[in-house]
């Protein structure tokens, strides 16, 4: 059984490798699209920046009921239910980290150099061979920064675990909730180790962001 | 071998493209057989506007060409039909006048990049490297790289995609004397090794002659000519496409002499002999194309004597042209069947009074000839 700080690693990492799947391509089509829908797509992105993580995790968890379409889906087909469980974490950290992974991608590709793609363009270069063969490496800045926060975002999500998750060893039980647990409990020493780390870890994070050179920042 | 080697492809198009006065429509029939057409004409016209809907990279500008585009039996714009074929389906090449080569890999990785999507049959990479004498810039990064160095670059990428046409919008523009005759020899190089057809934008006449053996002639609004382009720069109101300043007669010759005591090349224009300033490069019974500014050809009633310019041609006036806003007059002449145009103050003009038929000298300041055209 995995405790709080590899469960963290593992929630973080799966996380981070489905929303880039799903980030790169969203981001590139909304950093070159003219289509009225970009807006209220960008708004929704940005959601997550400014909801409290309750009002996600509320939502979130009537979703996931059995009650619903979804929760009672996915309970045929798994045998489980998406609530206090792995999966559901996944899917809720991926909709919160959305806009840190979309929006320093888009800003990314939004700087690139329109000339090289329209020569890529006229050397036979498709819309995804582009994106693959140019866009990505030349905004590999973005991706990286991208990749940095959505991992040390999902690492410090509280709320919206709190609510859909819970807290089950093993299952749901991350860094931030252990340490709530800690304190709760009032065993200071072992919240003061997990807080600790945290606090290098988020040092380092932010300090490699910046490294990247705040090319393809967050905006709020 | 090579692809469409100097086979015959046509290139048929009937486009308006949106500019901000007056749209600019151009309905002509390019035959490609592996030469240079000049798509030339003052700044603002439209040129690269056109180049660029022929590229199919118009489909986010504002003001898209309407219109059809037929290449190759192909039909690759037809927007009354809603038929738009993008760029990278197009067997045309394009380079933008800023050379846009990718920033993040080296010069070899650049035109392997063209080499990877290039049609069957499309020049070897290592030709165009050699023909181009590229060799030495492989690895470096293009920010590395002179300005005429990024535009050959550019050009070797264009190439090793082996598309029977390519487009090239004012290749030359931004380059020094020296670069800029360095690319001129590039597009003919690759030109005659692998028989590509090039459209070549230009607002410099002096690019347009010696490289095109075709012009098409742009002014606000729509094509003034098409055709070969000694014949075009001939027929056309020049004034037009070239401003008041540049105006002049262009014609073939054939270098018959070098002295190079007096250095000094003789020319040869239907019998009659002329004379330039030494070009030593240039092979005796080759044909060059000259060109005179009509503002440097004066007129004198008889043969002048004790006079610094070298070149006095008996000719006959043959038209007479002033306008009434200006002090200049345009006066026609012909030598030999040739037609040589005198620009002079109505000043001049009451003075020497002159009329249609005369027979005068027309006096050529040997400066006057553009150097190195052919």
């Known amino acids: 059984m995995l405790g709080p700080i590899g469960l963290t690693a593992l929630l973080a990492s799966v996380t981070t490798a489905l929303l880039m799947v799903f980030a790169v391509p969203f981001a590139w089509w909304l950093a070159r699209t003219h289509s009225v829908f970009k807006p209220i797509l960008e708004a929704i992105t940005a959601m997550p920046l400014v909801l409290p993580p309750t009002v996600l995790g509320f939502y979130l968890l009537l979703l996931f009921s059995p009650a619903n379409p979804l929760g009672s889906a996915w309970l045929t087909l798994t045998g489980e239910t998406l609530s206090f469980s792995f999966t559901g974490l996944v899917i809720a950290s991926m909709l919160y980290s959305l806009p840190f992974a979309v929006q320093p991608l888009q800003s990314a590709f939004e700087q690139l150099d329109e000339a090289a793609l329209e020569a890529a363009s006229s050397l036979g270069a498709g819309p995804m061979d582009r994106l693959f063969s140019l866009a990505l490496p030349m905004a590999r800045r973005g991706v990286m920064t991208a990749a940095i926060l959505t991992f040390a975002h999902t690492v410090g999500e509280f709320g919206v675990v709190l609510m859909v998750g819970g807290n089950i060893p093993g299952e749901t039980r991350v860094i931030s909730i252990a340490i709530y647990e800690h304190v709760e409990t009032l065993r200071y020493a072992e919240a003061h180790q997990l807080s600790g780390l945290m606090l290098v870890f988020s040092f380092v994070v932010l300090m490699s962001v910046y490294a990247l050179g705040r090319k393809a920042a967050v905006r709020a | ?374």
């Open chain 2, 1 to 374: 071998m090579h692809w469409g080697a100097r086979q015959l492809c046509v290139l048929e198009v009937q486009l308006s493209l949106p500019m901000r006065g007056a749209a600019l429509a151009v309905a002509e029939c390019f035959t490609l057989a592996g030469e240079t057409i000049a798509i030339f004409g003052p700044s603002g016209v439209g040129k690269t506007r056109f180049l660029r809907s022929l590229a199919g990279l118009d489909a986010r500008d504002a003001g898209r060409a309407a219109g059809t585009i037929r290449y190759d039996r192909n039909l690759l714009l037809d927007s009354a039909h809603g038929v738009y074929v993008p760029a990278y389906k197009r067997a045309i090449a394009y380079a933008a006048q800023r050379p846009a080569l990718f920033a993040h890999l080296s010069v070899a990785e650049n035109i392997a990049f063209a080499a990877k999507r290039s049609f069957p049959g499309a020049p070897q990479m290592d030709d165009v490297i050699a023909l181009l004498g590229l060799a030495p810039l492989l690895k470096q990064r293009p920010d590395t790289l002179s300005g005429g160095e990024q535009q050959r670059v550019a050009l070797a990428r264009a190439a090793v995609q082996g598309a029977p046409l390519l487009l090239l919008d004012e290749p030359m523009a931004a380059l020094d004397r020296p670069a800029k005759l360095a690319m001129m020899e590039a597009i003919e190089t690759l030109q005659s090794a692998f028989g590509i057809s090039i459209l070549l934008v230009s607002h410099a006449l002096e690019d347009v002659l010696r490289l095109a053996s075709h012009s098409l002639i742009l002014s606000a609004g729509g094509c003034l000519a098409y055709g070969p382009t000694l014949e075009v720069f001939e027929r056309i109101d020049q004034s037009q496409a070239l401003g008041q300043f540049d105006v002049g007669s262009i014609f073939a010759a054939t270098v018959s002499a070098h002295d190079t005591a007096l250095y000094l090349t003789q020319l040869e224009v239907c019998g009659v002999t002329l004379s330039m300033p030494l070009l030593e490069r240039i092979a005796l019974g080759s044909s060059v194309r000259l060109r005179v500014r009509a503002r440097d050809v004066a007129i004198a009633r008889a043969r002048p004597k004790g006079l610094s310019i070298r070149n006095i041609v008996p000719a006959t006036v043959m038209k007479i042209q002033q306008s009434s806003d200006s002090a200049f007059v345009d006066v026609t002449l012909q030598f030999a069947g040739q037609t040589l145009l005198a620009r002079m103050t109505r000043a001049a003009l009451q003075e020497l009074a002159l009329s249609v038929g005369d027979d005068v000298f027309a006096l050529i300041k040997s400066v006057s000839f553009d150097r190195r055209m052919f």
